[in-house]
């Protein structure tokens, strides 16, 4: 399946979609924080509030997306069908999460293609990046007064996503997590404290700091706030003391001279492989989960997948079974199997306007396959909305050659205008 063709540089896009896709990749962004601000100041916040101003953002983007080409509109035919057999074979239980949970990326992905503006990329990454700093060192520094403002349990009580027993009853402060239990990993002197900013939670944090990091590092000198860039996305890491943030970056900058040589069949298989070889170890040890770390996280997702029935796997049932901790299993919970094999295989072979994107293509794909043995907040519209905009943008955008041409499109197979592009 061809998402779609690359367009020219050349071709220009009104001035209102641009607007349009600033205010939704930044409202992405923040509306969870205004909301808990109401939700302290000034009224009660329910969880219906959270899902229209998300069906607003995605609503809105989607005007951004829309095109005459096919493309779109036959990858959101084809989903939307195959959910509906789904919900179907679970006996009509509707659960529409998942669909948003696809609607999210498709939605600005294709908003990125139609713009195809990398200096917007750019611009975003910096903006969002000081919004994120800003707010960050606000609740920092003065934590009482932030909490006054901005009472995160308060908000997520409200909106039902946490009980008092599970906050032992306490009705305000910071986010559950907000605090680690032991000492930092990154510079223990900051204390216990890890930072949620606008994303009122410390995980998104290192999520987002990935995104500005990869995109600073596939833009080069083409962008002249990179250094600031990857400065600020190393201070979100830092703030949030997100451990998964710091690996993730030390991984893709090490790998980033290998990406032209990793073929897309490779990328397509790698989430299954680890899926085998994760519910392999989950069966033959009969572990139970793990300690607050790596090897622990990567513990608890066997533990997760081992529970996990045929029938679940395969797409026909729903589950209770807690899944948060691992994307992997609320991909299969979510989508079923083949659903996933789906999903993963578009995004794997998504065509690029030049071999150079694949750069960022590649980076954003080892981001999703590491957050998914630990987490399922990859599919959260506070980070989801800007990484998919992004990979829009560089999957669309041709450079101009030396005469002022645009460069030809690479084939999507082609090792030797890989390895010719790395040269």
């Not at 032991?182 to 944090?205: A, D, K, N, Y």
Request: hydrophobic share 55%; proline share 4%.
């Amino acid at each position: 399946m061809t998402l779609a063709q690359p367009a020219l540089p050349s071709e220009t896009a009104p001035a209102l979609l641009r607007l349009l896709a600033i205010v939704t990749v930044i409202a992405a962004l923040v509306f969870n924080f205004f909301l808990c601000f109401v939700n302290t100041k000034v009224m009660h916040i329910t969880d219906s509030y959270v899902m229209l101003s998300e069906m607003m953002i995605v609503g809105t983007v989607f005007i951004v997306a829309l095109t005459r080409r096919a493309p779109l509109y036959l990858l959101l035919g084809v989903f939307v069908s195959y959910m509906m057999f789904i919900f179907a074979l679970r006996g009509g239980q509707l659960n529409l999460k998942p669909v948003r949970d696809i609607l999210i990326p498709i939605a600005f992905y294709f908003a990125g293609m139609r713009l195809h503006d990398p200096k917007l990329g750019d611009r975003l990454v910096l903006v969002s990046a000081l919004i994120v700093i800003g707010a960050g060192l606000f609740e920092y520094l003065a934590v009482d007064t932030y909490i006054s403002y901005f009472n995160v349990i308060g908000y997520y009580l409200a909106r039902g996503t946490v009980t008092t027993d599970q906050l032992f009853g306490a009705t305000q402060g910071l986010f559950i997590s907000g605090t680690r239990p032991e000492p930092r990993t990154i510079l223990p002197f900051l204390g216990q404290h890890r930072v949620s900013s606008v994303f009122l939670e410390p995980v998104s944090m290192g999520n987002f700091a990935v995104i500005v990091y990869s995109w600073a590092l596939y833009r080069g000198r083409a962008f002249k706030g990179r250094w600031f860039a990857m400065f600020m996305a190393l201070t979100v890491i830092t703030l949030a003391d997100a451990r998964f943030g710091l690996y993730t970056c030390v991984l893709i900058t090490l790998l980033y001279p290998l990406y032209n040589f990793i073929p897309r069949l490779a990328w397509s298989v790698l989430p299954f492989l680890l899926l085998a070889v994760l519910a392999a170890y989950g069966i033959t040890t009969g572990t139970g989960g793990g300690a607050n770390d790596l090897t622990g996280r990567f513990m608890v997702t066997a533990h997760i997948l081992t529970q996990l029935s045929a029938a679940v796997v395969l797409g026909t049932e729903q589950t209770t079974q807690f899944t948060a901790d691992s994307g992997l299993a609320y991909s299969l919970t979510a989508f079923g199997i083949f659903g996933f094999v789906v999903l993963w295989t578009v995004l794997a072979y998504a065509p690029a306007a030049e071999a150079r994107a694949w750069r960022f293509h590649c980076m954003v794909m080892v981001y999703l396959l590491l957050l998914m043995l630990i987490s399922d907040s990859f599919y959260s519209i506070k980070t989801a909305a800007l990484l998919w905009f992004l990979l829009g943008t560089s999957n669309s955008y041709r450079s101009l050659s030396l005469s002022g041409k645009p460069l030809r499109p690479e084939p999507l197979a082609s090792r030797h205008a890989m390895l010719a592009a790395a040269r």
